[in-house]
């Protein structure tokens, strides 16, 4: 869930699902955690929020989790090793939600079916409703009331709950704003038609002295041939 604006609200609707699904059986983390080999959130957990999401200031560390969460979500299955402990499997069917305030949080490929991102455009309410909404949450009957209304929701009959997850704009947009820094540049230079991008054969050693020369730094073969690839280069030899 990707919202432009801070105080909507969203810490409060976990707190609710939390009293839905009940405290014990949810947990809130931050990116530090989601990366600790203990991994101690996947088991007895139905649903984990990570929250505070974000990947401008470190994409290494983003894609890091977009890589443990590609495991967390596919697999059963996974490694975890507490302090002073050996590895060992845990079985874990937990579901993740992500919270973030950055539509490029993070790097989703164009083709991955794991993640359904929505934008929330609302604007912070006052503060009023905020302190009434966490009043009411904390009578007994607030859970019931809200599980009858999830229960009863009307749901599209078509809506397949084991398919991929729906794409929407909202992850058209992640994808392309969340690519690796070098790979935004290099779309921007060649749909500007600028160097080294002037000519229709680049090789990979011209692309990577340019941009060191630039002040780019060093950039790996790999990362060269994926940014040639998204704007739609082709491998001649």
């Not at 996974?78 to 845990?90: A, C």
């Not at 070098?182 to 002037?198: A, G, H, K, S, T």
Request: aromatic share 10%; charged share 25%; hydrophobic share 35%.
């Amino acid at each position: 869930i990707v919202s432009p604006h801070q105080r909507i609200g969203k810490g409060r609707m976990f707190a609710a699902i939390r009293k839905i699904l009940g405290e014990d059986n949810t947990a809130e983390i931050d990116l530090t955690r989601a990366l600790n080999q203990s991994k101690d959130y996947l088991t007895n957990k139905q649903l984990v929020l990570i929250d505070e999401l974000k990947s401008e200031s470190n994409w290494a560390e983003a894609q890091k989790l977009l890589n443990t969460l590609k495991r967390n979500i596919t697999e059963e299955w996974h490694g975890s090793r507490f302090l002073y402990q050996d590895f060992k499997d845990v079985y874990s069917c937990t579901n993740y939600i992500l919270f973030s305030n950055h539509t490029n949080a993070l790097s989703i490929n164009k083709n991955d079916e794991r993640y359904w991102v929505v934008r929330c455009d609302v604007s912070p309410k006052q503060q009023i409703f905020y302190k009434h909404f966490s009043e009411w949450l904390k009578k007994p009957e607030a859970a019931q009331h809200l599980l009858w209304h999830y229960k009863n929701r009307e749901i599209s009959e078509t809506f397949d709950f084991d398919g991929h997850a729906p794409r929407t704009v909202w992850s058209n947009q992640m994808s392309n704003e969340g690519k690796h820094p070098f790979i935004q540049r290099v779309i921007e230079d060649f749909d500007q038609n600028l160097m080294p991008f002037i000519n229709d054969i680049v090789s990979i050693v011209d692309v990577r002295i340019h941009y060191k020369n630039v002040g780019i730094g060093k950039v790996r073969a790999n990362e060269i041939h994926n940014a040639l690839l998204e704007v739609g280069g082709k491998k001649l030899g």
